[in-house]
Nanobody, 115 residues
Framework: QVQLVESGGGLVQPGGSLRLSCAASGAFFTIYAMSWYRQAPGQQRELVAVITSGGSTNYADSVKGRFTISRDNAKNTVWLQMNSLKPEDTAVYYC?????????WGEGTLVTVSS
C-alpha cells in the first residue's frame, strides 16, 4: 500500500513558477513509476509527466520545456517544477504511483494560473 500526499499548489500569475511535491509513504517507493496528472474543469484527466524507477522521464507535448519531473528515492518524494505557467495549466494536479497492475493516487492539489 502506498499513500501519496501532494503539496505546493496555489495561485500564480501567468509566466510564474510553482513546484509541486508528492510525499509517498509505504514500502518499495524506489521501484514505482511516478507520474503527475492534471484535470481541468470539465476536462478529462491527462498525463503531464512520468519518471520511471530508473530516472527516465517523459512529458506531455503541452508542457515540454516548461515542466520538469524529478524524484529523490531516499526521501520518498517526487517533484514537478513548473515554469512559464499559462492560464491553460490551471487544473487539479494529482500524483500517481504505478507498479505493474498496482496504482495509487493522491487527492490532488489545485494550481490556478491567473492575473
Amino acid at each position: 500500500q502506498v499513500q501519496l500526499v501532494e503539496s505546493g499548489g496555489g495561485l500564480v500569475q501567468p509566466g510564474g513558477s510553482l513546484r509541486l511535491s508528492c510525499a509517498a509513504s509505504g514500502a518499495f517507493f524506489t521501484i514505482y513509476a511516478m507520474s503527475w496528472y492534471r484535470q481541468a474543469p470539465g476536462q478529462q484527466r491527462e498525463l503531464v509527466a512520468v519518471i520511471t524507477s530508473g530516472g527516465s522521464t517523459n512529458y506531455a507535448d503541452s508542457v515540454k520545456g516548461r515542466f520538469t519531473i524529478s524524484r529523490d528515492n531516499a526521501k520518498n518524494t517526487v517533484w514537478l517544477q513548473m515554469n512559464s505557467l499559462k492560464p491553460e495549466d490551471t487544473a487539479v494536479y494529482y500524483c500517481h504511483a504505478r507498479l505493474g497492475v498496482r496504482e495509487y493516487w493522491g487527492e490532488g492539489t489545485l494550481v490556478t494560473v491567473s492575473s
